[in-house]
């Protein structure tokens, strides 16, 4: 019955994420993103 509930609720993440992808605007979030090209991470954020 476990592996019948995991199906379901994986169905339903990747429902979830389709529905967020196609409202997604790409220009505003490049544009967001290359906002932010000149901030450094905070302490604990940098990579390795």
């Known amino acids: 019955m476990t592996d019948i509930a995991e199906k ?3 169905l339903k993440t990747e429902t979830y994420f389709r529905d967020r992808q196609a ?4 220009a505003a979030f490049d544009i967001w993103l290359n906002a932010s090209l000149d901030v ?9």
């Open 8 to 10: 379901i609720s994986a």
């Open 23 to 26: 409202q997604a605007e790409l």
């Open 40 to 48: 450094k991470p905070t302490i604990g954020d940098e990579l390795p």
